[in-house]
């Protein structure tokens, strides 16, 4: 069966209980910069954004949320309830600094639009908080570079949601291409699905007031102010450029971190990039309806992802193929996946739950199995996919400097201006 991305959560996080389990920490900091833990302390946990995947999130760690953030008041109280239903009542608030300032609150898993993950992580990283960011890490190139550093620099450990690294069929899939039984990796196709912004025999809405409840300065924050429309808020950001980057950094996101991890390049990236795209003839909104994209690596492995293309990622080599999706995977021939790994074959890091993978390595303060470094990387490789179809230009690639070679408009694409007061510092 395929399952969808909320019932993978559900069915990753039932596996160890994560929702139901009271975790504790060896050594914790307790105030900034403070590296000497208590012992035996309770993982305190903040939910930041809490609709749609936000209350999955949220449910997961039920037991040890002590605090909620959400700019939409229905939301607020929805997961105020929520948590009644496991613990106490928690803290609430719409602005997501009053939880940075809490020393009842540990860790945070921010499950924001997308436009707001570089400030929470790298404000959360500046107040001693351990965090969980849904996928895609960030906005744009430079804000990835932004959390890495600040999350470094304070000893802080980031997991980026790309829980399907958690899934044993994706690692599965990435053991057997680095093993090399499929020969010389000549392509990997990847497939994305289209937009789903609204059903299609509606039309736009039209702007208006923000309705009472929704506070919609803070909703914006650092991205430009623009009049409400119903259409652009929620799940909906997905699809406009201020706040995110459509299926490329949706799907994308989870399909090219896997293709990265296989091709071994989760500190490097593609050396060129170009695509097309089509749009909304009406400009209902933003992101492409339908794209193509293709990177070529050092080593001369191209990756195409597209729309239309088989859903989940197809790895070919010169010796057969292997088909990975979410609930599947398969291989041509079939022998391919047969045979058994060997000691001596490539091994990856291996997590059951990635939530719980999370929670271990607070505990343990090593690395989880998509750090910041890691999320900023396959990031990367989805933002230059959207500069490139953007530009309708071939762009080349530095992954050392982390720069665009040759295009200094494409260039300035990598980072992007804040609204006042909002810095990333």
């Keep these: 069966m395929t399952l969808s991305r909320r019932s993978f959560l559900r069915t990753a996080a039932a596996s160890v209980s994560v929702g139901g389990v009271t975790y504790f920490l060896p050594p914790f900091p307790q105030s900034r910069g403070e ?85 929470m992580c790298v404000d959360a990283c500046n107040a001693g908080k351990d965090v969980y960011c849904e996928k895609p890490l960030t906005l744009t190139i430079a804000e990835g570079r932004a959390i890495a550093n600040a999350a470094a620099k304070n000893k802080r450990i980031l997991q980026t949601g790309s829980q399907q690294r958690s899934d044993e069929r994706f690692r599965r899939a990435c053991e057997y291409v680095r093993s090399g039984r499929l020969g010389t990796i000549k392509e990997v196709r990847v497939g994305i699905p289209g937009p789903n912004w609204i059903d299609r025999a509606k039309k736009p809405a039209a702007d208006s007031q923000p309705p009472a409840g929704l506070n919609y300065d803070m909703w914006i924050g650092p991205a430009p102010m623009r009049p409400f429309n119903q259409n652009r808020v929620h799940y909906l950001f997905r699809f406009f450029w201020d706040y995110s980057g459509g299926q490329v950094t949706n799907f994308g996101a989870h399909h090219l971190d896997i293709t990265q991890w296989a091709l071994g390049m989760d500190a490097s990236g593609p050396s060129t990039i170009e695509g097309t795209a089509t749009y909304h003839k009406d400009k209902w909104f933003e992101t492409p309806e339908k794209c193509s994209i293709t990177y070529t ?73 998509c750090d910041a470094e890691i999320g900023h990387r396959s990031a990367t490789v989805c933002h230059l996919g959207n500069i490139a179809i953007r530009t309708g230009r071939k762009l080349t690639w530095d992954p050392v400097k982390e720069e665009i070679v040759g295009d200094k408009e494409a260039a300035a694409m990598a980072s992007r201006s804040y609204r006042e007061p909002w810095k990333l510092t």
Aim: charged share 30%.
């Design 35 to 119: 590296d000497k833990p208590k012992p035996s302390e309770q993982i305190r946990i903040a939910s930041i954004g809490v609709g749609n995947q936000g209350t999955g999130n949220t449910k997961i760690h039920a037991k040890n949320v002590v605090a909620v953030c959400e700019v939409d008041d229905a939301r607020l109280a929805e997961a105020v309830k929520l948590i009644e239903k496991s613990a106490k009542t928690p803290f609430a608030t719409t602005d997501y600094r009053k939880i940075l300032d809490r020393k009842d609150v540990d860790a945070v898993v921010i499950t924001t639009p997308d436009h707001w993950h570089a400030m």
């Design 297 to 369: 690596y050092a080593n001369g492995a191209k990756v195409v992802c597209a729309n239309g293309e088989k859903g989940g990622c197809t790895f070919i080599g010169t010796k057969g193929t292997i088909f990975v999706d979410r609930g599947k995977i398969t291989a041509t021939p079939e022998d391919i996946l047969k045979e058994e790994l060997k000691d001596t074959d490539t091994h990856l890091y291996v997590s059951k739950s990635h939530h719980g993978n999370w929670l271990d390595c607070i505990k343990s303060r090593k690395a989880p199995i």
